[in-house]
């Protein structure tokens, strides 16, 4: 813990140095974009008034929900910010740690980037002050796994629930420990795709990411978001924000045959969890093309879980760490066989349901070629940009992906 840190959690107050010195200036923001009851309930929530704090709180994610989240104002996210951490130190001050990490995860989640700073510190003073309650009186019990070693695996069973043709035609591909020259001559530069397997041994993540009890003690009171149903093309598919605790309940009672999955899918959760990222390592390959790495991100979610056919712009590497994926992978010269979309927002999907193909609408589908495997525990797939991926969930699964550009992609951007 820094010096301010450690200052803060030895009493019962939260430290806001930031907050402190670019209220006024944000403040005058908010009020030149007519937020003036925001200001005022704000103002009183600085002098000690709870009910002014959650007041401006509820304000502030009035204005995050008033149209398409590219069109908020970043004002208004420091805003919320603001209100967040103006809530969190009451939540503090009294001893409710769990509702002061509720509201500062969502600070942390949903706000600007003008506080974050102050919201990690609190974070990290309120977490500390959360596990010393909880370690009074805790007996340690016997290691709960999501997936156990030597578990079965029925390619039989397993090809009921997969597309048409799957496992089939061509596998990717698979490397044992591939060095950074050979990824870069073999199949970064010809963007090819390939599984490279023996990489991950070295990740504390191999064995602590399978261990119920570790994740619930690192994050089991942090708030993530998470998405309920089939997929983000179905009508309806919603967003939750719940406690990491709820999520672990939630997928240890799903099973393949859930028709409202949760899913944790897409989420910076270790910018979020520092202690989640430390058991994880950037792996080398992504410093192939001399660019830089874009996105870090998050698929935690029970057997079933389904990413409808879709491509994505950047070099992705995903790694799997607990349990077995299915990943089904087509060239970007079919693009147009595949029937991307034509709305913007969703141009880079797919209207072909694999699980359920429409060959009156889609006919050109069943003859295309492509690429597909089992992703196991401990390998990563390579997916070069503009590939067209799906990916099912076999089992209870944690997987990360690495987005990252090469250098000309970098300095267009």
């Given at each position: 813990?820094?010096?301010?840190?450690?200052?803060?959690?030895?009493?019962?107050?939260?430290?806001?140095?930031?907050?402190?010195?670019?209220?006024?200036?944000?403040?005058?923001?908010?009020?030149?974009?007519?937020?003036?009851?925001?200001?005022?309930?704000?103002?009183?929530?600085?002098?000690?008034?709870?009910?002014?704090?959650?007041?401006?709180?509820?304000?502030?994610?009035?204005?995050?929900?008033?149209?398409?989240?590219?069109?908020?104002?970043?004002?208004w996210r420091d805003a919320y910010s603001m209100a967040c951490l103006h809530v969190a130190k009451f939540h503090y001050r009294n001893g409710e740690f769990k509702e002061s990490l509720r509201v500062l995860d969502l600070g942390l989640i949903m706000g600007g980037v003008l506080l974050k700073k102050d919201l990690?510190?609190?974070?990290?003073?309120?977490?500390?002050?959360?596990?010393?309650?909880?370690?009074?009186?805790?007996?340690?019990?016997?290691?709960?796994?999501?997936?156990?070693?030597?578990?079965?695996?029925?390619?039989?069973?397993?090809?009921?629930?997969?597309?048409?043709?799957?496992?089939?035609?061509?596998?990717?591909?698979?490397?044992?420990?591939?060095?950074?020259?050979?990824?870069?001559?073999?199949?970064?530069?010809?963007?090819?795709?390939?599984?490279?397997?023996?990489?991950?041994?070295?990740?504390?993540?191999?064995?602590?990411?399978?261990?119920?009890?570790?994740?619930?003690?690192?994050?089991?009171?942090?708030?993530?978001?998470?998405?309920?149903?089939?997929?983000?093309?179905?009508?309806?598919?919603?967003?939750?924000?719940?406690?990491?605790?709820?999520?672990?309940?939630?997928?240890?009672?799903?099973?393949?045959?859930?028709?409202?999955?949760?899913?944790?899918?897409?989420?910076?959760?270790?910018?979020?969890?520092?202690?989640?990222?430390?058991?994880?390592?950037?792996?080398?390959?992504?410093?192939?093309?001399?660019?830089?790495?874009?996105?870090?991100?998050?698929?935690?979610?029970?057997?079933?879980?389904?990413?409808?056919?879709?491509?994505?712009?950047?070099?992705?590497?995903?790694?799997?760490?607990?349990?077995?994926?299915?990943?089904?992978?087509?060239?970007?010269?079919?693009?147009?066989?595949?029937?991307?979309?034509?709305?913007t927002m969703l141009c880079n999907s797919s209207q072909v349901d694999l699980d359920n193909i429409d060959d009156g609408q889609f006919p050109k589908v069943h003859d295309l070629e492509f690429l597909d495997c089992i992703l196991e525990e401990g390998e990563m797939l390579y997916i070069p940009p503009n590939w067209?991926?799906?990916?099912?969930?076999?089992?209870?699964?944690?997987?990360?992906?690495?987005?990252?550009?090469?250098?000309?992609?970098?300095?267009?951007?």
């Amino acid at each position: 813990m820094s010096t301010a840190t450690t200052a803060a959690a030895a009493g019962n107050y939260l430290s806001t140095p930031t907050l402190d010195a670019e209220s006024s200036n944000l403040l005058q923001t908010i009020s030149s974009h007519g937020g003036y009851a925001y200001v005022r309930m704000s103002t009183l929530a600085a002098s000690g008034d709870f009910r002014a704090a959650e007041a401006a709180r509820e304000m502030a994610w009035e204005q995050l929900h008033s149209g398409p989240w590219h069109s908020v104002l970043p004002a208004w996210r420091d805003a919320y910010s603001m209100a967040c951490l103006h809530v969190a130190k009451f939540h503090y001050r009294n001893g409710e740690f769990k509702e002061s990490l509720r509201v500062l995860d969502l600070g942390l989640i949903m706000g600007g980037v003008l506080l974050k700073k102050d919201l990690e510190s609190a974070i990290e003073i309120v977490t500390a002050k959360s596990r010393e309650k909880e370690s009074e009186g805790f007996e340690k019990g016997p290691k709960c796994k999501f997936v156990e070693e030597g578990d079965e695996f029925d390619k039989e069973e397993v090809l009921r629930v997969l597309p048409e043709k799957s496992l089939s035609s061509k596998i990717v591909v698979k490397k044992s420990g591939l060095s950074l020259e050979g990824f870069l001559r073999e199949h970064f530069l010809s963007g090819s795709p390939v599984i490279i397997s023996d990489c991950m041994a070295h990740w504390p993540a191999r064995t602590k990411w399978n261990d119920m009890d570790y994740l619930k003690r690192v994050a089991g009171d942090r708030t993530v978001p998470v998405e309920v149903g089939k997929n983000y093309l179905c009508q309806e598919w919603k967003q939750e924000l719940i406690t990491f605790s709820e999520f672990l309940v939630k997928i240890q009672s799903n099973d393949s045959s859930s028709a409202v999955p949760t899913y944790l899918a897409q989420h910076q959760l270790f910018d979020q969890i520092n202690e989640l990222r430390k058991d994880i390592c950037i792996p080398d390959y992504c410093c192939a093309g001399g660019g830089e790495l874009r996105s870090l991100n998050a698929w935690f979610g029970p057997a079933g879980t389904v990413t409808p056919l879709h491509h994505d712009p950047h070099h992705n590497i995903l790694a799997q760490v607990v349990g077995k994926k299915y990943v089904r992978l087509y060239t970007s010269s079919v693009s147009e066989e595949l029937y991307p979309y034509t709305e913007t927002m969703l141009c880079n999907s797919s209207q072909v349901d694999l699980d359920n193909i429409d060959d009156g609408q889609f006919p050109k589908v069943h003859d295309l070629e492509f690429l597909d495997c089992i992703l196991e525990e401990g390998e990563m797939l390579y997916i070069p940009p503009n590939w067209w991926h799906y990916v099912r969930s076999l089992t209870i699964s944690f997987s990360v992906s690495f987005w990252w550009s090469n250098s000309e992609s970098s300095d267009a951007s």
